[in-house]
């Protein structure tokens, strides 16, 4: 299939176009699934620096981009690995002073990024009150309720400099399809000054249309789209492929020392030059191994009057 847009743009372009040097990025908006890889890995070939990474539960991405000395600041509820715990390159960082950890509670950052999407200066909440996450994160201050003196949480609102959203279809527009989970996604695309949407797929707007309830993104908010065909490996895209484990405890015993991560990350990704080496690297015979193996597709669904 055909479809072309000034939208529709390399991987390594959308980085280079709208990934500054000190941005604040923001990234694995959908928790443990349809976390952007691919995206992360062409910026730390692109030797991006000083970045500010936005997420809830980071994962894996934000510790890998942190032992590639890509990042000086994250704002995160959680950072490490999904299958084994912790993230070594993410507490050598914080241990040697490299790195400025501002904590967030999932749903802090979550309202962060609903306020930016709402155009507010921040978001209010009760489920802060009495943690230290308050004491240590200068985004969040206690406030009272102007109607009833209530005391209340303020959250600052964020709008990272870009979103980078992984999804399972889009069209040339960034019309984008998500289903299964997909967290904050959705408020992080509205909040961020621009969007990189990845998708699985590139489809003819009349698949976006035939299933306007599925169009979480709509286009008008998107600046570029990728087509990156398993762009979100090892992590889970619902229909497509699931979790790779496996993937996830070989870089836990493999960074567990700074001279192996740094091999693990010359194995992975500086001597790839893009995802297609990638997932040659990965092979068939897992790539088989870890797609749907028992569908369950969803009933159509009639849209007319």
């Not at 001597?271 to 297609?276: H, P, T």
């Amino acid at each position: 299939m055909s479809i072309k847009t000034d939208k529709v743009i390399p991987l390594a372009e959308a980085v280079d176009r709208y990934v500054r040097d000190g941005s604040q990025v923001a990234l694995g908006l959908a928790l443990e699934n349809l976390i952007p890889f691919a995206a992360g890995h062409e910026i730390i070939r692109c030797k991006k620096k000083n970045l500010t990474l936005i997420g809830p539960i980071s994962d894996i991405l934000f510790d890998q981009m942190i032992g590639a000395e890509a990042v000086s600041r994250v704002m995160a509820a959680w950072v490490g690995n999904v299958s084994t715990g912790i993230g070594y390159q993410f507490r050598r960082a914080v241990e040697a002073g490299k790195l400025e950890m501002i904590d967030y509670s999932n749903f802090a950052l979550s309202l962060a990024l609903q306020a930016g999407a709402d155009g507010l200066p921040c978001a209010l909440t009760m489920s802060l009150l009495g943690t230290d996450i308050m004491a240590r994160n200068p985004n969040i201050t206690e406030t009272e309720c102007p109607f009833t003196g209530q005391k209340l949480a303020a959250v600052r609102a964020l709008r990272p400099d870009v979103a980078i959203i992984h999804v399972q279809r889009a069209d040339k527009e960034g019309n984008s399809h998500l289903w299964g989970p997909y967290g904050v996604a959705v408020e992080g695309a509205k909040a961020a000054r621009r969007v990189i949407v990845v998708c699985e797929e590139l489809v003819l707007p009349e698949v976006i249309r035939a299933d306007p309830n599925r169009c979480l993104i709509p286009g008008f908010l998107v600046d570029a789209v990728v087509v990156e065909p398993w762009g979100a490996h090892p992590a889970a895209v619902q229909g497509f492929y699931g979790h790779d484990d496996a993937y996830y405890v070989d870089y836990a015993r493999r960074t567990r020392a700074p001279k192996e991560a740094l091999a693990w990350q010359s194995d992975w990704i500086d001597q790839i030059q893009d995802r297609g080496e990638y997932l040659k690297l990965l092979g068939p015979e897992r790539m088989q191994d870890l797609m749907v193996s028992r569908p369950s597709p969803a009933p159509a669904v009639e849209f007319g009057w």
